[in-house]
């Protein structure tokens, strides 16, 4: 008996269920509200496997697996684990006996949080090349924000860019907006004040297991020299971001509850360029540091960073107006770490070059 292939959710499923049917037995199941695939839907597809094994191809990533041949079995020894090819679980083989004794095992949440067995096999499934995720330029008032977006549309030309939204959360929500109408299931966010590295590009693929994290790279801070996720190139997940309804203080780190650190450097944060952004800057992010706000953060870490940004960087272009800004903002933060809406003014530019005329 050839395994059963059944297809969950997406606009493409009977063009996929037609490419393949040829190959397996195909049963077409879509669920057009819900993607997820929970003990439920688990056990309702065993209910209807015609064999020992079934697979699930979720089809909204747009891969058609025509290349892939779908008679493979697992040894007699691997029957408890998911079988995956390429790292990518958009393909997954299931032992139909296994599912209908513990469907909660083989779940998405079982998946994703790292619990279930997973058996990968190293063979690239996928005919077509992965997706490629918009880029999304957030300008607001910054002088040097228009050769920035130059320089980076000059070798990335499918960069758009979002100008004058009013909130720097209301801003990615608009670029989340705009992803979505592009069909983008993620979008990288670069900031005004980012000159991006000739060695950094835009082509990173997260595995499908990562799909719903935040992804985040290192930027060099041209004032102290420090070297982490601040002002760095971020990868948002489109529904993630347009879903979140979360504190909008430091959504990169609470919008998905997976958060990605990228060990790459992909930019330059060059807000030191006068004194209001170098202020401006020192000021956000170290109200940020005092506040502790910031989701599972290490606070040995956290306090190295806050310092540093206090101290460090007088003899640099604006540094003196980066440190004041620092100082007062750690202030603020610690004041205020209990009053979110107090602590939400950091995201109000207006009320910031009020504060700093002040």
């Known amino acids: ?76 020894w691997d029957k408890d684990y998911i079988h995956i090819w390429d790292h990518d679980t958009d393909l997954r083989l299931f032992n139909k006996d296994n599912v209908i004794a513990d469907p909660e095992s083989y779940t998405d949440t079982r998946l994703y949080s790292g619990d279930a067995l997973i058996k990968n096999i190293s063979t690239t499934i996928a005919p077509f090349p992965y997706p490629v995720f918009d880029i999304i330029f957030l300008s607001y008032d910054e002088e040097y924000a228009d050769d920035n977006y130059l ?29 979505k109408y592009n069909n983008s299931d993620m979008f990288y966010v670069v900031d005004a004040d980012a000159d991006i590295l000739p060695t950094f590009n835009f082509n990173y693929q997260p595995h499908s297991i990562d799909r719903n994290s935040v992804h985040v790279w290192h930027s060099i801070n041209p004032v102290n020299d420090l070297e982490y996720g601040y002002g760095g190139v971020k990868l948002f997940p489109t529904s993630v971001l347009l879903d979140y309804a979360g504190s909008p203080i430091d959504f990169t780190t609470s919008a998905s509850k997976y958060f990605k650190v990228i060990d790459e450097v992909s930019n330059v944060t060059r807000f030191n360029t006068d004194p209001f952004s170098a202020w401006r800057s020192g000021f956000r992010e170290c109200a940020k540091l005092a506040s502790k ?34 100082k007062e903002g750690a202030e603020f933060g610690a004041l205020n770490k209990d009053k979110p809406d107090v602590l939400g003014l950091i995201n109000n530019f207006e009320w910031l070059e009020k504060k700093f005329s002040s």
């Open 151 to 179: 320089k980076l549309k000059s070798r990335f030309p499918r960069a758009n860019r979002l100008h004058n939204i009013k909130g720097i959360f209301e801003a990615h929500r608009a670029a989340a907006e705009w992803a």
């Open 293 to 326: 706000i910031i989701p599972n953060q290490d606070n040995s870490e956290t306090e190295y960073r806050l310092n540093v940004w206090c101290s460090k960087g007088a003899d640099r272009e604006f540094g003196d107006f980066a440190i004041t800004g620092a």
């Open 1 to 76: 008996m050839r395994q059963s292939i059944f297809i969950i959710y997406g606009n493409d499923t009977k063009y996929v269920a037609d490419r393949i049917s040829k190959q397996i037995y195909v049963n077409e199941l879509i669920y057009s509200d819900n993607s997820e695939i929970t003990g439920d839907v688990l056990l309702r597809i065993a209910s209807l496997c015609k064999g020992e094994f079934f697979y699930i191809i979720k089809t909204e990533k747009e891969k058609i697996f025509t290349n892939f041949d779908f008679s493979y079995k697992p040894l007699e």
